[in-house]
């Protein structure tokens, strides 16, 4: 099993940034790769962005390319989501998640990853 835990959500001004971070613990060495995902209300679950842990690979969606950017620090076992630029549509839940196996090549699919955090809210005003 991996434990996921979101950190870093908060409330900012358009335009603003945040750094969500994502820790993991637990069977770490069984995840591949990592992701963020984000869910506003009555709208489904949306790919932000992936990263696999060695190659360090990273797989954008299109409406945060450019705005956004996901790394992670391998000796913490954490991944971070950098956001810029940000607007009043990024706000949402974000969830981290791992996955076992490589979710190539639909890194964007939910269903392709193993283990979730319990979510993290951004709220971005206008």
């Known amino acids: 099993q991996v434990q996921l835990v979101e950190s870093g959500g908060g409330l900012v001004q358009a335009g603003g940034s945040l750094r969500l971070s994502c820790a993991a613990s637990?069977?770490?060495?069984?995840?591949?790769?990592m992701a963020w995902f984000r869910q506003a209300p009555g709208k489904e679950r949306e790919f932000v962005a992936a990263?696999?842990?060695?190659?360090?690979?990273?797989y954008y969606g299109d409406s945060v390319k450019g705005r956004f950017t996901i790394s992670t620090d391998n000796a913490k076992n954490t991944v971070y989501l950098q956001m810029d630029s940000l607007k009043p549509e990024d706000t949402a839940v974000y969830y981290c998640?791992?996955?076992?196996?490589?979710?190539?090549?639909?890194?964007?699919?939910?269903?392709?990853?193993?283990?979730w955090g319990q979510g993290t809210q951004v709220t971005v005003s206008s």
């Open positions: 637990g069977r770490t060495f069984s995840s591949v790769a």
């Open positions: 998640a791992a996955a076992r196996t490589l979710p190539w090549p639909n890194w964007s699919s939910a269903s392709r990853y193993d283990y």
């Open positions: 990263i696999r842990w060695t190659r360090g690979s990273t």
